[in-house]
C-alpha cells in the first residue's frame, strides 16, 4: 500500500468512475477514519456508498461526472470555521482513499442535494461532498502556479517549510485556484492565509493539510 506522500503525488481528481463496488475492507477503513475525524472536529462527516441518485442529474452531468455511486459528505455545526475544518478533514479522507487504491474528486455545486442521502441535523449545513471510487482513469496533475507567489523562499528557509509548500502546491483546490499564502515567522511559527475566491476557506484547510503532511507535525505550529 502506498504511504501518504505517495498519495499527495499520486491522488489527482477524477470525474469518471467504473461499476466496480468499493471492498468491505477499504470502506471500513474509511468509516473508521470518519469516526476518528469527526470526535477530533465535532463533525458530522457521513460516507454514502451504492448511491447513485446525488450524480444522476442535470448539474452532475454538466460536470462531466460518470459513474459516481459513492461519496463523502462533509457535514458540520454551522460555525466560522466550519468550511477549512471541513477541507482539512475532507482531504485526509482523501488522501487515505488514495492510499487504499481510490479516486476521488471534491464537488461542490456539480450533484443534486435534494436526491442526496444525507442526513443534516438543525444548525449544521453541508459544505460539499466528495466523489469515491474506482476511476475510468488516474486523472491529470494540474498545472502549479509560481512557487514566489505561494511563499518567499530563500536560503535560509529551514527544509521542513520548503517540504511544506512543496506539499502544499500538490494540492487540489477550487479551478486550480492556488489563492493561498504560507508565511514563517519567528522560527517555527506559520501563518497560511486565503486570498479569497469560491470555496476559499475550504481551499485553504487542504492546503494546510498538506503543508502540515510535508513540513511534518512536530517542526511548526500554525498562527
Same mark, same amino acid.
Given at each position: 500500500?502506498?504511504?501518504?506522500?505517495?498519495?499527495?503525488?499520486?491522488?489527482?481528481?477524477?470525474?469518471?468512475?467504473?461499476?466496480?463496488?468499493?471492498?468491505?475492507?477499504?470502506?471500513?477503513?474509511?468509516?473508521?477514519?470518519?469516526?476518528?475525524?469527526?470526535?477530533?472536529? &465535532?463533525?458530522?462527516?457521513?460516507?454514502?456508498?451504492?448511491?447513485?441518485?446525488?450524480?444522476?442529474?442535470?448539474?452532475?452531468? +454538466?460536470? %462531466?461526472?460518470? &459513474? /459516481?455511486?459513492? +461519496?463523502?459528505?462533509? /457535514?458540520?455545526?454551522?460555525?466560522?470555521?466550519?468550511?477549512?475544518?471541513?477541507?482539512? +478533514? &475532507?482531504?485526509?479522507?482523501?488522501?487515505?482513499?488514495?492510499?487504499?487504491?481510490?479516486?476521488?474528486?471534491?464537488?461542490?455545486?456539480?450533484?443534486?442535494?435534494? %436526491?442526496?442521502?444525507?442526513?443534516?441535523?438543525?444548525?449544521?449545513?453541508?459544505?460539499? /461532498?466528495?466523489?469515491?471510487?474506482?476511476?475510468?482513469?488516474?486523472?491529470?496533475?494540474?498545472? $502549479?502556479?509560481?512557487? $514566489?507567489?505561494?511563499? $518567499? =523562499?530563500?536560503? $535560509?528557509?529551514?527544509?521542513?517549510?520548503?517540504?511544506?509548500?512543496?506539499?502544499?502546491?500538490?494540492?487540489?483546490?477550487?479551478?486550480?485556484?492556488?489563492?493561498?499564502?504560507?508565511?514563517?515567522?519567528?522560527?517555527?511559527?506559520?501563518?497560511?492565509?486565503?486570498?479569497?475566491?469560491?470555496?476559499?476557506?475550504?481551499? =485553504? &484547510?487542504?492546503?494546510?493539510?498538506?503543508?502540515?503532511?510535508?513540513?511534518?507535525?512536530?517542526?511548526?505550529?500554525? /498562527?
Amino acid at each position: 500500500m502506498m504511504d501518504i506522500m505517495q498519495a499527495i503525488d499520486a491522488r489527482h481528481s477524477v470525474r469518471a468512475y467504473t461499476d466496480k463496488s468499493i471492498g468491505k475492507d477499504a470502506l471500513e477503513r474509511l468509516k473508521e477514519e470518519v469516526e476518528i475525524c469527526n470526535k477530533e472536529a &465535532g463533525l458530522n462527516i457521513q460516507i454514502i456508498s451504492d448511491e447513485p441518485a446525488a450524480f444522476d442529474s442535470f448539474m452532475a452531468h +454538466y460536470g %462531466k461526472f460518470s &459513474g /459516481v455511486k459513492n +461519496y463523502i459528505a462533509l /457535514v458540520g455545526k454551522k460555525s466560522d470555521d466550519l468550511s477549512e475544518k471541513c477541507g482539512y +478533514y &475532507g482531504e485526509r479522507l482523501v488522501l487515505l482513499a488514495q492510499t487504499l487504491g481510490l479516486n476521488s474528486c471534491w464537488v461542490a455545486l456539480t450533484f443534486s442535494k435534494k %436526491k442526496a442521502k444525507i442526513k443534516i441535523d438543525k444548525g449544521e449545513k453541508l459544505v460539499c /461532498v466528495i466523489s469515491l471510487g474506482y476511476g475510468e482513469s488516474q486523472g491529470k496533475q494540474h498545472v $502549479d502556479h509560481p512557487i $514566489d507567489k505561494i511563499a $518567499d =523562499l530563500n536560503a $535560509d528557509s529551514p527544509q521542513w517549510f520548503k517540504d511544506g509548500i512543496t506539499a502544499a502546491m500538490k494540492a487540489p483546490t477550487a479551478m486550480n485556484q492556488q489563492k493561498f499564502s504560507f508565511k514563517l515567522i519567528n522560527g517555527n511559527k506559520v501563518n497560511a492565509v486565503s486570498k479569497g475566491g469560491p470555496y476559499s476557506d475550504v481551499d =485553504l &484547510g487542504i492546503v494546510k493539510y498538506h503543508f502540515e503532511i510535508g513540513a511534518g507535525k512536530d517542526n511548526f505550529e500554525f /498562527v
